[in-house]
């Protein structure tokens, strides 16, 4: 998708509706739930997934930290789990 639009996607629908993915269960975990996604300030992709109780588990604390550190790449909560990919670009 970068590649070709020359930027990163503002949402994961973006892939289906520039036909980048055909099939929308792509998007979405093993519960049926669609992926967190945002990219940050032009440095990092967040992606996250809620699991089987479909919330999120993760305190307030931690939810601040996932987007505000630099150190951490991965961060797990109850059934959940939010990766911090750094953006190339």
């Known amino acids: 998708y970068r590649y070709m639009e020359g930027k990163y996607p503002d949402s994961l629908s973006d892939l289906i509706n520039h036909r980048y993915i055909s099939n929308k269960n792509d998007i979405k975990n ?8 945002r990219v940050q300030k032009n440095k990092y992709i967040i992606l996250g997934s809620k699991g089987k109780n479909k919330r999120w588990d993760f305190s307030e604390t931690i939810r601040k930290k996932i987007f505000t550190s630099t150190n951490r790449e991965c961060y797990m909560g109850g059934d959940d789990l939010v990766v911090r990919l750094i953006a190339l670009f």
């Open 30 to 37: 093993s519960e049926g739930e669609e992926y967190f996604y």
